[in-house]
């Protein structure tokens, strides 16, 4: 998927933006400025580039947290997920609209963008990703669903209002 379509298809932005080595093509997230399977030949450190991971991917590991950490005290019990990118990369996050029974090693998910936790008496929110599961005809990584219909020119905020 272009980083093009991939913005108009997400309705709401979240930081997933790691690098990618176009000397060997692995990709990195967090994003790194070198890349350590090329660091010998020393052709990676210009060979970087912004990449932008599409959110997809596969639980490989999860752990159901009942003691939660400080913040997380409300959304006990939780599951914690190690979910392998389909772009390669391993992320840690939360696994969300799903019972903690229902996740599985292999289940498809798809990042979103959520309230981590409030801080404090400040009330200060933290926002970041966390995974919910996805259904395999929209994965992209797995059998191809129906085909988007193409938006011909203007965003349709502008549409609506022309
Ligand atoms: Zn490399």
Same mark, same amino acid.
């Given at each position: 998927?272009?980083?093009?379509?991939?913005?108009?298809?997400?309705?709401?932005?979240?930081?997933?933006?790691?690098?990618?080595?176009?000397?060997?093509?692995?990709?990195?997230?967090?994003?790194?400025?070198?890349?350590?399977?090329?660091?010998?030949?020393?052709?990676?450190?210009?060979?970087?580039?912004?990449?932008?991971?599409?959110?997809?991917?596969?639980?490989?590991?999860?752990?159901?947290?009942?003691?939660?950490?400080?913040?997380?005290?409300?959304?006990?019990?939780?599951?914690?997920?190690?979910?392998?990118?389909?772009?390669?990369?391993?992320?840690?996050?939360?696994?969300?609209?799903?019972?903690?029974?229902?996740?599985?090693?292999?289940?498809?998910?798809?990042?979103?963008?959520?309230?981590?936790?409030?801080?404090?008496?400040?009330? &200060?929110?933290?926002?970041?990703?966390?995974?919910?599961? &996805?259904?395999?005809?929209?994965?992209?990584?797995?059998?191809?669903?129906?085909?988007?219909? &193409?938006?011909?020119?203007?965003?349709?905020?502008?549409?609506?209002?022309?």
């Amino acid at each position: 998927m272009s980083i093009a379509r991939f913005w108009r298809e997400t309705p709401r932005r979240y930081n997933l933006g790691g690098s990618k080595c176009t000397n060997c093509g692995t990709t990195y997230f967090p994003p790194r400025s070198v890349c350590p399977e090329c660091t010998r030949h020393r052709q990676s450190i210009e060979k970087m580039i912004p990449f932008q991971l599409s959110g997809e991917g596969e639980v490989i590991s999860y752990t159901i947290v009942h003691d939660p950490a400080e913040g997380f005290e409300l959304q006990v019990p939780y599951v914690l997920a190690l979910v392998k990118t389909v772009e390669g990369p391993v992320l840690t996050g939360q696994v969300v609209d799903t019972a903690p029974e229902a996740v599985a090693i292999g289940l498809k998910v798809r990042a979103t963008f959520r309230k981590l936790r409030e801080e404090g008496k400040a009330g &200060v929110i933290h926002y970041g990703y966390k995974f919910a599961p &996805v259904e395999d005809s929209s994965f992209a990584g797995g059998p191809r669903g129906p085909t988007p219909p &193409v938006p011909s020119g203007l965003p349709s905020r502008d549409r609506a209002s022309a």
